[in-house]
């Protein structure tokens, strides 16, 4: 009788235990990567929490195509402001968590301006998020409302020259609000299409 080489193997035919401990530990293997991975990244459920602080949770969220639909109806804004020496005011819309809009605002001198939202039923500063800041003659772009409030800018002319501020947006928001001169003055825009 000949023994194997190093090129031939004996192989053993497994035993029932054997087959039974296999199988057993590739289905906790596969439940574990379902529970870790596939969940939070297809689903966004994440019931460990491991998905969201690796990034997965994220992937559910995004989107698979092009169009996103909306739950409020378009509507159109068009103001124009006269700030004086150091007058200052802010202007918002109110937008459900997710509703998006595209703005454009000129200004004919330089304004310090603070894009900011505030969250509903959270008062107070600490509450406050901030997108972008600086001194400016204008800016462009689109914005998504990661929760819902109220969402806009402050402007504020720090300069001896009146300044003329022009703001166009079209979105999915409700209506506006502006705080100026002490007050509040809180405005409903009607859809586009009704």
């Given at each position: 009788?000949?023994?194997p080489t190093d090129t031939q193997q004996a192989h053993a035919p497994l035993s029932g235990r054997q087959i039974l401990l296999g199988t057993a530990a590739a289905i906790l293997i596969a439940g574990?990567?379902?529970?870790?991975a596939v969940l939070p990244a297809e689903f966004g459920i994440d019931p460990l929490g491991v998905g969201r602080a690796l990034g997965l949770q994220e992937l559910a969220d995004a989107s698979e195509g092009p169009l996103e639909t909306q739950t409020t109806a378009h509507r159109a804004d068009t103001v124009e402001f006269v700030l004086g020496p150091f007058q200052s005011l802010e202007y918002k819309y109110r937008f459900n968590e997710g509703n998006?809009?595209?703005?454009?605002?000129?200004?004919?001198g330089a304004l310090v301006y603070d894009m900011h939202a505030d969250p509903d039923n959270l008062e107070g500063e600490e509450f406050v998020e901030?997108?972008?800041?600086?001194?400016?003659?204008?800016?462009?772009?689109?914005?998504?409302?990661?929760?819902?409030?109220?969402?806009?800018?402050?402007?504020?002319?720090?300069?001896?020259?009146?300044?003329?501020?022009?703001?166009?947006?079209?979105?999915?928001y409700e209506g506006?609000?502006?705080?100026?001169?002490?007050?509040?003055?809180?405005?409903t825009l009607e859809p586009v299409l009704n």
């Open positions: 009788m000949t023994e574990a990567i379902l529970i870790v998006s809009m595209i703005y454009s605002w000129q200004a004919t901030s997108f972008d800041k600086g001194t400016a003659t204008s800016s462009m772009g689109t914005y998504h409302a990661p929760f819902t409030g109220i969402h806009g800018w402050f402007w504020e002319n720090r300069t001896f020259e009146e300044v003329v501020l022009r703001l166009h947006s079209a979105g999915f506006t609000i502006l705080f100026r001169d002490g007050g509040v003055f809180e405005q």
